[in-house]
């Protein structure tokens, strides 16, 4: 969320509920921490002097009791890995909620933090990007038509913030884990905030911009990855759901040279066992 630990109304009762709240700088988002023994510490706030206590599934602050409930684990997170997941090349990013829609820069922009964004497919340079490995489990998201790389802005790492394109740099902000999501589906991850590209507000449609979120494993957070020199072109309305079958098909099998011709069979009778 980006906001700060604060006592409520810098309160000294107590009992005092802790929360989160915009940073100020006051004394209630202060805190001192001391040593409590055996690798854990006491959070004690700078305005009342009282402890950070959990209080059946609350947090508050209130008088040292020498308890477990007021003892806390400090530990530095590990960092998320990845692997290499996809060989380099030029890939189209398709939505899994609905694959007609693919991770597009607005009228071809090569302005830095031009917000991205899905839209139909019109297999256009400005829906083309070059995915390259860089070693050590990420990658760089380039857009092909103005080679600037799909990033945070800012290097932020606040849930909700808007992905962007910016000239290439080399920073974190421009490196991403790609991470299989079974099915022939992806996930995006920012390597600077961990957290996952995801179709802001769940709303796969024409426009919606591109965020990051906390993992929720729902569809708005997956993606196709598909060569761009693969083409398939399927009326969803008429055969629904085979153009992602074919596309999540072409995409783990990337040195097939596919031609498809109308051979009478059912589609899921021809395809049975590959998908």
Same mark, same amino acid.
């Given at each position: ?111 830095? /933090?031009? +917000? @991205?964004?899905?839209?139909? $497919?019109?297999?256009?340079?400005? #829906? &083309?990007?070059? *995915? %390259?490995?860089? =070693? ?23 849930? /909700?913030? +808007? @992905?962007?394109?910016?000239? $290439?740099?080399?920073?974190?902000? #421009? &490196?991403?884990? *790609? %991470?299989?999501? =079974? ?23 024409? /426009? ?12 708005? #957070? &997956?993606?196709? *990855? ?50």
């Amino acid at each position: 969320s980006g906001k700060y630990i604060d006592v409520a109304g810098s309160s000294k009762q107590n009992g005092a509920t802790v929360d989160q709240w915009e940073y100020h700088g006051g004394n209630n988002q202060q805190w001192v921490i001391r040593d409590a023994g055996n690798g854990y510490y006491y959070i004690i706030s700078k305005c009342n002097g009282l402890y950070l206590t959990v209080d059946n599934g609350k947090i508050v602050t209130s008088k040292l009791n020498n308890s477990s409930s007021q003892k806390f684990k400090l530990t530095v997170p590990t960092a998320m890995k990845g692997t290499k997941t996809l060989e380099d090349g030029t890939y189209t990013i398709a939505s899994v909620a609905n694959t007609r829609l693919v991770i597009d820069i607005p009228h071809s922009s090569k302005d830095n /933090g031009e +917000k @991205i964004e899905l839209w139909k $497919n019109g297999k256009t340079a400005n #829906q &083309k990007f070059n *995915i %390259k490995y860089v =070693g050590d489990g990420y990658y760089t998201i380039t857009a092909t038509h103005a080679n600037t790389s799909i990033e945070l802005a800012n290097g932020t790492t606040i849930i /909700g913030t +808007k @992905i962007t394109q910016y000239a $290439n740099n080399g920073y974190d902000a #421009q &490196k991403w884990i *790609i %991470k299989e999501a =079974g099915n022939g589906e992806y996930y995006i991850i920012s390597k600077n905030s961990e957290l996952y590209m995801t179709v802001e507000n769940e709303e796969v449609k024409e /426009g919606a911009n591109l965020t990051i979120q906390n993992y929720s494993g729902r569809v708005a #957070q &997956k993606f196709t *990855i598909t060569d761009s020199k693969i083409v398939v072109d399927i009326d969803d309305n008429k055969y629904p759901g085979y153009k992602a079958t074919l596309e999540k098909l072409l995409a783990s099998h990337p040195n097939w040279n596919v031609k498809f011709l109308y051979t009478g069979l059912k589609f899921d009778s021809a395809v049975a066992g590959e998908a």
